[in-house]
């Protein structure tokens, strides 16, 4: 009983702070265009449903067009800065310039650079999601213990094996648990872009909704747009973790 | 087997981890290196497992030249297994990394889990194995290439006394039955005196060679019963106090 109350107490909770806040809006007399209730922005949402949802398509394309790439590109980078002294030493400051750089800032020179909408936008995200999956490969890549680096070399262990069958194995949880941030931040980077590129860039985004939206007052349909995003936002981890889980899983065996 | 001739090892900040140490491996023989932390011990190990590199002195091996990979078998404090691995796999990598294919090492692999008492034990992850069956893997990983010495730095000092008590006794079985040459750091008088048929006593800072006391009693399970095993173990003792007290 105890249990399956506590299940069911996020859920409660959120319809009585729901209720609470349509009868606020419809008690105080709150206008739509300053704060609409839930009722209203479910409705806008109702109105355009496929508008609405191709923005969401065509955000979450560059969400994870720009994961895949941060992914696969942190990864062979981190595995360059393990291979070589060299690698390390010429890649990692320009890495931490990339992650101190403000998106805001570089956004619009990346869209005049890139010229191809779609690619600036997957760009922009990228430079946004790519460190934390980076720094926690290579990481993880350094992370075995000093006695097994010693078992490998009282082998004879050529690198190749060291990094396949030690390094990268060990590093496979730090990566994950980075993609699982990057996941995040590449929604916020591709957010970010579509607003800086705005009507006059790639003009089928959920930001771009946001904004239209915002511009013609319809606040209720900005809230719509605005809960698809938390919601992506939310599939997008939950659906990371459930990744980093299996793939573990396989690993390590039943 | 291998002549130690004056070896010295600094370290940063001045530190002297072994100086003039002098000693012969014996072909055959189980020699424990007895002593407190820092005497320089698991240094000297990582010295004749060509880990590390002296400072000074010299190793000459007998046959002239330095072992190659899988002629020396090296067991760690930890059983330093890879987790995601099985126990067949774990001792199939040392082979592995030689390129011998899975077929073809197989037998060998079977081979030494048996020897260490893990047959049936292959596919087990060593997340489903106690400390000491790690342990017996970690062993069985070392003996899998039938190097001409076996190295071990405090293999069972992570272990309880039931189980260490096995291990040892499993370990001077093993020992007599593949009769490969054996160097055992411990920091256990009770231990170098069950395991061992020289005990090479160091003290620290720095660390050097003190004495060298060779034991005349039989080898075997049994061995803790024995009046001699008490009497060996006191002699350690007495002689290890004795250097340790003025410090």
């Given at each position: 009983?105890?249990e399956?109350?506590?299940?069911?107490?996020?859920?409660?909770f959120?319809?009585?702070a729901?209720?609470a806040?349509?009868?606020a809006?419809?008690g105080?007399g709150v206008?739509?265009?300053?704060l609409?209730?839930?009722i209203?922005i479910?409705?806008?949402?109702?109105?355009?449903?496929?508008?609405?949802?191709g923005s969401?398509l065509?955000?979450l394309?560059?969400?994870l067009?720009?994961?895949?790439?941060?992914?696969?590109?942190?990864?062979?980078?981190?595995m360059a800065?393990?291979?070589?002294?060299?690698?390390?030493?010429?890649?990692?400051p320009w890495?931490v310039?990339?992650?101190?750089?403000?998106?805001?800032?570089?956004?619009?020179l990346?869209?005049?650079w890139?010229?191809?909408?779609f690619?600036?936008?997957?760009?922009?995200a990228?430079?946004?999601?790519?460190?934390?999956v980076?720094?926690?490969?290579?990481?993880g890549?350094?992370?075995?213990?000093?006695e097994?680096?010693?078992?490998?070399r009282?082998y004879?262990?050529?690198?190749?094996?060291t990094?396949?069958l030690?390094?990268?194995?060990?590093?496979?949880?730090?990566?994950?648990a980075?993609?699982?941030?990057?996941?995040g931040l590449?929604?916020?980077?591709?957010?970010?872009a579509?607003?800086?590129?705005?009507?006059?860039?790639f003009?089928?985004?959920?930001a771009?909704?946001?904004?239209?939206?915002?511009y013609?007052l319809?606040?209720a349909?900005?809230?719509?747009a605005l809960v698809?995003?938390?919601?992506a936002?939310i599939?997008?981890?939950?659906?990371?973790?459930?990744f980093?889980?299996?793939v573990?899983?396989a690993?390590?065996?039943? | 087997?291998?002549d130690?001739v004056?070896?010295e090892?600094?370290?940063?900040r001045?530190?002297?981890?072994?100086?003039?140490v002098t000693?012969r491996?014996e072909e055959?023989?189980f020699?424990?290196?007895?002593?407190?932390s820092?005497?320089g011990?698991s240094?000297?190990?990582?010295?004749?497992?060509?880990?590390?590199?002296?400072d000074?002195?010299?190793?000459?091996?007998?046959r002239?030249?330095a072992?190659a990979?899988?002629?020396?078998?090296?067991?760690?404090?930890?059983?330093?297994l890879?987790?995601?691995?099985?126990?067949?796999?774990?001792?199939?990598?040392?082979l592995?990394?030689?390129?011998?294919?899975?077929?073809?090492a197989m037998?060998?692999?079977?081979?030494?889990?048996?020897?260490?008492?893990?047959?049936?034990?292959?596919?087990a992850?060593p997340?489903?194995?106690?400390?000491?069956?790690?342990m017996?893997v970690s062993?069985?990983r070392?003996?899998?290439?039938?190097?001409?010495?076996?190295?071990?730095?405090?293999?069972?000092?992570?272990?309880?006394?039931f189980?260490?008590?096995?291990?040892?006794?499993?370990l001077?079985a093993?020992?007599?039955?593949?009769?490969?040459t054996?160097?055992?750091?411990t920091h256990?008088?009770?231990?170098a005196?069950?395991v061992?048929q020289?005990?090479?006593?160091?003290?620290p800072?720095?660390g050097r060679?003190?004495?060298?006391?060779?034991?005349t009693?039989?080898?075997?399970p049994?061995?803790?019963?024995?009046p001699?095993y008490a009497?060996l173990?006191?002699?350690?003792?007495?002689?290890m106090?004795?250097?340790?007290?003025?410090?």
């Open positions: 009983m105890t399956s109350w506590l299940r069911l107490a996020p859920g409660f959120a319809l009585g729901l209720a806040w349509e009868l809006v419809r105080f206008p739509v265009y300053i609409p209730g839930p209203a479910v409705a806008a949402f109702l109105t355009d449903p496929g508008g609405l949802g969401l065509a955000t394309t560059v969400t067009t720009a994961l895949v790439t941060s992914a696969v590109l942190g990864a062979a980078l981190a800065m393990a291979a070589s002294r060299l690698a390390r030493a010429a890649i990692l890495a310039v990339l992650q101190v750089t403000p998106i805001v800032a570089i956004a619009p990346v869209i005049i890139v010229g191809d909408p690619a600036s936008l997957v760009v922009c990228t430079i946004v999601a790519f460190f934390p980076f720094a926690n490969t290579a990481t890549l350094a992370a075995g213990a000093p097994y680096f010693d078992l490998f009282l004879g262990a050529s690198h190749r094996d990094l396949l030690l390094r990268v194995p060990v590093a496979l949880p730090y990566f994950l980075g993609l699982r941030i990057s996941g590449a929604l916020v980077g591709a957010v970010v579509e607003f800086v590129t705005g009507s006059g860039g003009a089928s985004g959920l771009y909704r946001i904004l239209e939206s915002g013609r319809e606040v349909r900005m809230f719509a698809l995003l938390s919601l936002g599939v997008i981890n939950l659906a990371l973790g459930a980093g889980a299996a573990l899983r690993r390590d065996g039943p | 087997m291998l130690i004056s070896v090892r600094r370290f940063a001045g530190v002297v981890a072994l100086e003039d000693l491996l055959g023989n020699l424990a290196l007895l002593g407190p820092g005497c011990k240094t000297l190990l990582r010295l004749i497992a060509g880990l590390d590199r002296p000074g002195g010299r190793l000459t091996w007998d002239g030249r072992p990979a899988g002629e020396i078998g090296f067991v760690f404090q930890d059983a330093t890879l987790p995601w691995a099985s126990a067949a796999d774990n001792v199939f990598l040392p592995r990394l030689r390129h011998v294919s899975r077929a073809e037998p060998a692999v079977h081979d030494a889990l048996a020897r260490v008492g893990l047959a049936g034990f292959e596919s992850r997340r489903e194995l106690s400390g000491g069956m790690r017996r062993i069985a070392a003996l899998v290439t039938r190097p001409l010495l076996l190295l071990m730095d405090e293999p069972f000092a992570a272990l309880d006394e189980t260490r008590h096995g291990l040892q006794a499993d001077v093993l020992w007599r039955e593949i009769g490969c054996i160097v055992f750091v256990s008088i009770y231990e005196a069950f061992a020289r005990v090479v006593l160091m003290t800072r720095p060679i003190f004495r060298e006391i060779v034991s009693l039989t080898p075997g049994d061995l803790r019963l024995d001699g009497t173990v006191t002699s350690i003792s007495k002689t106090a004795a250097v340790l007290a003025p410090a």
